[in-house]
């Protein structure tokens, strides 16, 4: 019986020991997350003076500052606070008016700063105001000297993301990224206009940086922030998928003056899941004009309304790498194979730097596809790639399905069946300097009927094809798409 006291009492001993570590773990790690590194928020270098043997130091360099606790890296300095009438009593009269500081936010009422001892480290103190002191604007830290003015935000985290999500706009799906706009009606905005090209008045930028650090966009040093630097961020709610995951999609503006669009997932009380990026231009392959240059890098995304994901990146070989991903119900992205029979073969992969589930075209391959020559450019065939190889009797929607096709030609009143129509289309050809007045060439796509497409197609799957240009024409449409021209095509 005394035996079996004593292994008792060793049992509650252990339990006790577990608990009062687990209790630790969690409470440091909770107590960790509050002691995130500030953000940097706003940078201006005076490029006559600013000495680059400081980098090394400012690259490494992370702030916090936290019940009068200043943290610099791992160091730790007790500060105080002190308060003064206007700006003007902290920064020097020659700094205050100078070029540096003419775009400078700075504040214009009352201003509290903190106040640091003489045991600062001497690379720090270079940052500081006379006196070692630093701007401190509540949820902001303001440094100024003669070389650089830069500020840092305290970092904000998935409650008050939270908060400010509901006031997102909401889209629906399907969303296609060629087409430049769409409107979006919600709560917060009669009539919202959201457009990942072009700013308008309607435009909105509700994410401040101080959630770059939840949402993943940059690292604690100076230098990651400043090379990872975006701004004017954006969020728009996307349907919520198996009663639990919270799609968002979040762009910004970054330093080479590219947006960049995530999509990102959350749980429901806001845990960052996953996040991909769907678009992200940067530079162009050809760098002239005059041929049609083209974007590299992540050029186009789709989400279709079962959120089946298509993004297409393309290198600066103009090779064109297609990914399909779905959403699984852990909230994470799951690439899956995408299919193609419009092409014998393919471009080859460098399994460093291509997936092995993609579809990876030539340049030629992705360069040829039919470009918009006149009429409307209808939502369909804008937010679509098309692709007519008359030699092999075959058109291609974005470079994944194939339609055969064949050719014919027939007396153009017999075509469109009704005079009125035959008289508008027939004018219509005359500034293409093309005659169909008597009869026209056309081809049939076999099964286009089937598609959203059949609309603009008189019998639902014949369109005229002369001169090298594809006309779609019906009873309430006209527009017309050209071949590519050689310079066009294959890339220098």
């Known amino acids: 019986m005394a035996r079996l006291k004593k292994y008792d009492w060793l049992k509650k001993f252990i339990f006790f020991i577990f608990i009062f570590l687990n209790y630790s773990y969690c409470y440091a790690k909770e107590k960790n997350s509050e002691q995130t590194y500030w953000i940097l928020d706003e940078y201006f270098e005076n ?40 700006i003007s009593q902290l920064i ?23 106040q640091f001892d003489s045991s600062i480290d001497s690379n720090f103190a270079k940052l500081l105001l ?30 008050a993301f939270k908060q400010i999500s509901k006031h997102f706009p909401s889209l629906k799906l ?27 008045e309607y435009y909105t930028h509700n994410i401040p940086r101080s959630f770059v650090n939840y949402l993943q966009l940059s690292n604690n040093n100076l230098y990651a922030q400043r090379h990872d630097y975006i701004t004017h961020i954006s969020g728009i709610k996307l349907p919520v998928l198996h009663n639990r995951i919270r799609p968002i999609l979040i762009e910004g503006l970054q330093r080479n003056g590219e947006m960049i669009t995530y999509l990102y997932l ?43 994901i298509e993004r297409q990146q393309r290198f600066t070989d103009e090779t064109i790498e297609i990914q399909h991903y779905k959403i699984a119900k852990d909230g994470k992205f ?12 393919f471009a080859t992969k460098n399994n460093n730097i291509h997936s092995k589930k993609s579809l990876l075209l030539t340049n030629k391959q992705g360069n040829n596809y039919l470009r918009f020559a006149h009429g409307l450019d209808y939502d369909q065939f804008e937010s679509t790639i098309l692709t007519l190889n008359p030699n092999e009797e075959k058109l291609c929607v974005n470079y994944q399905q194939a339609y055969s096709i064949s050719f014919g030609k027939v007396n153009s009143k017999q075509f469109f069946g009704d005079d009125e129509l035959y008289q508008q289309h027939v ?19 076999h099964g286009f009927e089937k598609t959203p497409f059949s609309k603009f197609l008189l019998n639902g799957n014949q369109a005229i094809y ?24 294959t890339y220098q």
């Open 130 to 159: 006379p006196e070692q002191k630093v701007i401190y604007l509540n949820d902001q830290l303001v440094f100024i000297n003669q070389e650089m003015a830069l500020s840092f935000l305290k970092p904000a985290g998935k409650n």
């Open 174 to 200: 399907p969303y296609n990224s060629r087409i430049t706009g769409d409107f979006i009606k919600d709560n917060n905005y009669k009539h919202f206009y959201y457009n990942f090209f072009n700013e308008n």
């Open 266 to 308: 959350f749980s429901d009380n806001f845990d960052v899941l996953d996040k991909i990026i769907l678009k992200n231009p940067n530079g162009l392959t050809r760098k002239n004009s005059e041929i049609d240059d083209l974007a590299q890098g992540f050029i186009y995304y789709n989400i279709d309304k079962n959120y089946q």
């Open 334 to 345: 799951r690439e899956i194979p995408v299919i193609s029979n419009c092409y014998k073969e």
């Open 47 to 86: 490029n006559q003076m600013i000495n680059k043997k400081n980098d090394d130091y400012l690259n490494n360099l992370s702030i916090k500052f936290k019940d009068n606790i200043f943290y610099i890296n791992e160091n730790r300095y007790p500060v105080k606070i002190g308060k003064v009438a206007n």
């Open 92 to 114: 020097p009269d020659n700094l205050l008016h100078s070029d540096l500081l003419k775009n400078f936010p700075l504040p214009k009422d009352e201003v509290h700063y903190l």
């Open 427 to 445: 004018e219509n050809f005359k500034s293409y300097d093309i005659d169909i007045s008597n009869e026209l060439e056309y081809i049939t796509i």
């Open 466 to 489: 002369m001169k090298n240009t594809l006309f779609f024409v019906s009873e309430n449409h006209f527009t017309a798409y050209r071949q590519p021209t050689d310079e066009e095509l």
